[in-house]
């Protein structure tokens, strides 16, 4: 039998294809996700001077370039002995949660809503012009929400795509005053919107609670940055948890990176990345819950309390990670309040000075896809000599791959005949919400 490729994965972020492959009893072989287009970002870096790098990896991605950015940053930090002042630590948390809070946005938009809303339907009505169509007044919000973390983004970074104020040392400029009572007015109109915009994904998941259920998917290990309370995205100890969720290891992030091991695959450009040499785990907003165990905000914590108590814990099922994504934009939209309730959030201690200097460093921040972590060396000249990054991808190629080939060997007698079934292996990559150009920076 002939494989089956789904060419391209649609509404992801870059390009990629799922090929299913068939015994000649006509069982499934083999299913694997596929992605070419190496981009050569660590090579790219050698030589550059330390006040180069960030500029240069936040073109890795646009949809997490500020994540880039302070991973970067804290590397250099790292290897430059040097610590930034609260105010930049919570300017750069401020900028971090916009972004979070609109990547989720725009994955609910055109990867969520499209498969929850109609999962059977033909593929030309599994879009978001096709829900456009029928309920403009639900695309108009999520996009507002999205445009809402853009507007966080662009007034603490000075720039909605590529902040500029991201540098070795802490951030360039202040927010001022009148900024943070305009952004904090904003926040707090949209209280209605979050509101509403959680009712509906918890009702949609209701809706396709059989299909969940029914859903093969693989058990895997999850890891994730963890502090006491709320969302490390800025760092942490590391949290490794089994599939029935008790702690396997925790550890710093110089031992993080000691403990990956990267390997490649034949068919694909995309890394991957297992822990302890044999332990495949996966990272993201599913993971983030798992391991944080208590956020912190009053809401996120009421959430995570209904999706634990409607999914008998935060499962393994990956079109869960819809419901975790909502749970983090709730928990965003209130830390963006309590920060810009904050006095000293207008402060004017923002950059240290960074001399250079030959060392190592690490930086581990929590992306929107899940742990992005960065170990560089420099010299005495302050140019990079080398650069290893791990992106969230690489962490979830095989548990990804592995929750295809079970789905692919569920639905193995339907694939060829029915386009609709073949949408459901779509629908398990699209759950990871997989970013292609982090995948083969």
């Not at 709320?230 to 031992?255: F, P, T």
């Not at 979830?396 to 949408?423: D, F, H, I, T």
Request: aromatic share 4%; hydrophobic share 40%; proline share 4%.
């Amino acid at each position: 039998m002939d494989p089956i490729v789904i060419d391209p994965v649609t509404r992801i972020s870059g390009d990629a294809r799922i090929k299913i492959s068939f015994t000649e009893e006509g069982g499934v072989e083999d299913t694997v996700f596929i992605a070419s287009g190496f981009r050569g970002f660590e090579r790219l870096a050698q030589g550059a001077h330390l006040d180069n790098v960030i500029p240069l990896v936040s073109r890795i991605c646009s949809n997490c370039s500020a994540f880039h950015q302070v991973a970067a940053a804290q590397a250099i930090e790292s290897a430059a002995e040097v610590q930034i002042s609260e105010t930049s630590r919570k300017l750069r948390e401020l900028i971090l949660l916009g972004q979070l809070l609109h990547s989720h946005a725009l994955s609910l938009a055109l990867h969520s809503l499209p498969d929850l809303l109609f999962p059977m339907s033909d593929v030309a009505v599994r879009n978001i012009l096709s829900i456009y169509r029928v309920e403009e007044e639900i695309v108009r919000k999520v996009f507002s929400l999205r445009a809402l973390g853009e507007k966080v983004v662009d007034t603490v970074g000075g720039s909605s795509i590529h902040p500029v104020n991201i540098l070795p040392g802490g951030v360039l400029r202040p927010l001022r005053e009148e900024r943070r009572a305009e952004l904090l007015e904003m926040l707090t109109q949209s209280e209605s919107l979050i509101n509403e915009m959680s009712r509906l994904v918890k009702m949609l998941l209701k809706r396709n609670q059989e299909m969940i259920q029914g859903q093969q998917d693989a058990e895997t290990a999850h890891a994730a940055l963890w502090v006491e309370k709320g969302l490390a995205l800025q760092g942490g100890r590391v949290r490794v948890i089994n599939e029935r969720n008790q702690l396997m290891e925790e550890v710093s992030s110089e031992q993080f990176f000691d403990r990956i091991t990267e390997g490649v695959l034949p068919h694909t450009h995309i890394k991957t990345a297992r822990f302890q040499e044999n332990i495949i785990f996966r990272v993201g907003p599913l993971s983030r819950l798992s391991v944080a165990g208590r956020l912190g905000t009053p809401k996120a914590e009421g959430e995570l309390a209904e999706v634990s108590y409607l999914w008998e814990g935060v499962p393994q099922k990956s079109l869960i990670y819809h419901a975790a994504r909502m749970v983090e934009m709730v928990y965003a939209w209130e830390r963006m309040v309590e920060l810009l309730k904050e006095t000293g959030i207008t402060g004017g201690d923002l950059l240290r000075q960074v001399e250079p200097k030959s060392g190592t460093g690490v930086g581990l921040v929590e992306s929107p896809g899940g742990i992005l972590g960065y170990y560089l060396e420099i010299n005495d000249r302050g140019c990079l000599e080398r650069l290893n990054i791990i992106s969230p991808l690489q962490c979830n190629l095989l548990p990804l791959e592995e929750g295809l080939r079970r789905s692919a060997r569920q639905l193995a007698e339907v694939l060829e005949a029915q386009e609709g079934m073949r949408n459901r292996l779509e629908m398990v990559a699209r759950s990871y919400a997989p970013c292609i150009p982090c995948g083969v920076h």
